[in-house]
């Protein structure tokens, strides 16, 4: 679940930077976009490259087994397309980030990066979810919003160090407001997903998912209070920098315990359902 929060984070940010970059609004120095690039690459690839190694923690990869004769997924083939605007955006970052070319490949990294989220959020769903499709009807918004959320946590990070290196200033209230709206969209979104779980006919009784309850205010400690704790607190501290990252960080711990827990509601759930036993007709009964 770590590496499908470090998933998470990594195409959120080439969304939010693809977009900001689309629309004009990212730092204009040159080479200000290639630290962003490279940490949601670094973080995108992680899976990948546990998939390759044929780790256990990471058997496939967007529904791929790499190594086997199996056929590369959907799901998988837009992942690694998601690379080329990648690419194509880092070798223009050095040039002038109004030039038309730098636009429309960053317009295509943002399309690309939400199709990925979407796209991996219905293949979860149908690998996991096939026999109870009605629970996590809201998931592609809820990978959606924590993509947003997370990334524009590491997005900020990067703008943070870059303005601390080269000496100039971030403006932290649009960061703060944007962030804080995320968190609380996310964090409604969220609410929904859970509260599926126990809904009648779908989930079972109430008791058995309320034994993950202090589980889950640990998670939303690390994923809403210290990040957004830390987006206030930023503006009075001269070393806030390190808040910000702090932020980040714990907001990526606390999202893998979220998944966590989560798909183990899911399997629990699923074999209460599996061990009811099944309803006789009156006749039978008779």
């Known amino acids: 679940m770590l590496l499908e929060a470090l998933a998470l984070c990594g195409y959120g940010l080439w969304m939010l930077l693809g977009l900001a970059l689309a629309l004009g609004i990212y730092s204009a120095g040159r080479g200000d976009a ?54 194509g955006l880092a070798g223009l970052a050095r040039g002038d980030d109004g030039f038309w070319a730098t636009r429309l490949i960053s317009v295509a990294l943002m399309v690309c990066s939400f199709s990925c989220l979407v796209t991996s959020a219905y293949g979860y769903r149908t690998r996991r979810l096939a026999s109870q499709a009605g629970i996590a009807m809201q998931l592609p918004a809820s990978r959606l919003l924590a993509a947003w959320y997370c990334g524009g946590l590491w997005l900020w990070v990067c703008v943070i160090f870059q303005a601390n290196l080269s000496g100039g200033a971030v403006e932290p209230l649009p960061w703060t407001i944007s962030l804080l709206l995320m968190a609380m969209l996310l964090g409604l979104v969220d609410g929904l997903g859970w509260q599926s779980l126990r809904a009648p006919g779908l989930g079972g009784p109430r008791q058995r ?78």
């Open 209 to 286: 998912v309320h034994g993950l309850q202090s589980r889950r205010f640990l998670a939303a400690l690390f994923i809403w209070v210290i990040p957004c704790l830390s987006l206030l607190l930023v503006p009075q501290f001269q070393g806030g920098r390190w808040l910000a990252l702090c932020a980040a960080t714990a907001c990526v711990v606390g999202k893998s315990m979220e998944l966590w827990l989560y798909d183990f509601a899911l399997t629990r759930q699923a074999v209460a359902r599996a061990a009811e036993p099944v309803p006789l007709w009156p006749r039978d009964r008779l």
């Open 34 to 87: 290639l630290v962003p690039l490279a940490l949601g690459c670094a973080f995108v690839s992680t899976g990948l490259l546990a998939a390759v190694l044929r780790l256990r923690v990471m058997p496939e990869w967007h529904g791929w087994r790499i190594g086997t004769t199996q056929r590369p997924t959907r799901e998988a083939l837009l992942a690694l397309a998601t690379y080329l605007p990648m690419l």
